[in-house]
């Protein structure tokens, strides 16, 4: 019997061959996803807020999570807000480098839970910086989460 | 081990396409559940969530991106899956939370979203085929489907005619069921002229792909008399998987089903199921699997179930209701939740709660029963009143 080492030494003297599994999607933003990227066309961030519990989500929830009730309730949150945690990215989804690095910030919501991953910039941009979102000009927004270009040192 | 008791069910519509995500649904059949049985979150002490393959919502981790939806947060929670056979193995994982003494509730939630998946659920399933001996045929499921259907016409010698029974009486049943998909008046002449897929199996022998959700909340004896004084209890589970090399077993008859049911029935103290089970909702993703599946849980001998089916005994007023709710080819098929509408309906016939939907008979003791993987598993529920 071979040591399990000695198996295989070259890929080229198997058989194998290349496949792929074509699926791609077409999501639904949901009920409440629906009123989120709604409000960025119209340049807000919304939240759902839960009338038992007074906590207000962002990104917006159908259904309180604590006391599981439906939430019809939005609210207006921001523009201001808060970065929390920052990345910057050197590398893209291969690997390559990146022309510039990209810098990634959690941002934050005051008088609301979760908060948004976005890209941000600015001078002195670091945790616990105020920032505010830059939206798209009016006409070429979308309805999606790149209507806001990016999260700005105010 | 404890007895455990269904307190409540709930569902949304089942629809090719909605507007809902996965969680969203999940939460409205939850909240219906739990409205249901007359609980709030804080009552519910665990959740089982079953959901099948992560390609259909396009999800990685489908399990966890539904949990919050399911009331899993901060919770004793779990997904299981078990391919199609999902829906009924739910509230199986969800007996063993109870039955063991660990929780007093459970809510069982099942989950599908097929609508994401482009250009068709098809290629998801495409890909459970064998990468060196079948995919490179081009295989779909309907293949294998077809297979199986011919070596049961030829085995027990059943005309197409009497399969294409089973689709007019289930879209029929479907006409009352207010979440129903593909309810239908149709004629088995309709079903003999429909779109040929992959013959035997035409456009009217197949359910639909459909986005749905449904739950049931469990409990423990103590508890759920605090709530009811008319529980409806699980009596039986079963579950049997064969091999997974579909070439290597009988297509004509699954065995599986038959373990899976054996099991039930053991626990149950059933010794005779065709006197002992009231009526049914086996599974019917095809309409031939109908009889397959009754023949599989003994409540009909080999090749019996398409002359029981001719004679109007599986019909809603007929000695032996078979899948009385419309099933998967009049309610509709989100995998995981499909199975779950099963339960649901055990549970609203059994209290009396069906409606128009209401079998003829007396009722006292239902069967549900779901089919997949790889065409392999049997998963079994019995409930009693």
Redesign the interface.
Known sequence: MMAPLERLTSVESLRSWTDQIPFHYEYTAGVAGERFLRGFKDGRILASACEECGKRYVPPKMYCTDCFVEIRKYEEVGPAATVAALAESYVDFEGKALARPRTFAFVTFKGATGGLIHYASGKGLGVGSAVAPRFREKGKRTGTVLDIEEFVVR | MKRVAVIGAGMTKFRR?????G??MS?EA??MA?DSAGM??KDVESVVLGTAPD?FD?VHMKGEYLM??A?G?NRPYSRVYVGGGTGVFVPVAGWWHVASGQFDTCLVVGEEKM?????HPQ??F??IFD?TTE?PLGVTLLWIFSLEMRRYMHVHKVREEDIALVSVKNKGNALDHPCAQLPARITVDDVMKSEPICLPVKRLDVSPTSDGAAAVMLASEDVARKYTDDPVWIDGVGWNVDTQYWTNRDLYYPRYVEEAARMAYKMAKIDNPKKQIDFAEVYDPFDYKELHHMEGVLLADKGEAPKLTREGVTQRDGDLPINPSGGLLGVGNPIAAAGVMKVCELYWQLKGEAGKRQVKKEVDRGLAQAWGDLLQVGTVITMKR
């Open positions: 396409r909605m507007l809902e995500t969680r969203e939460f939850s909240r739990m709030e979150i390609a396009g919050d939806g009331g947060t609508s994401p998946l482009h250009p290629y998801a495409w890909s990468h995919r």
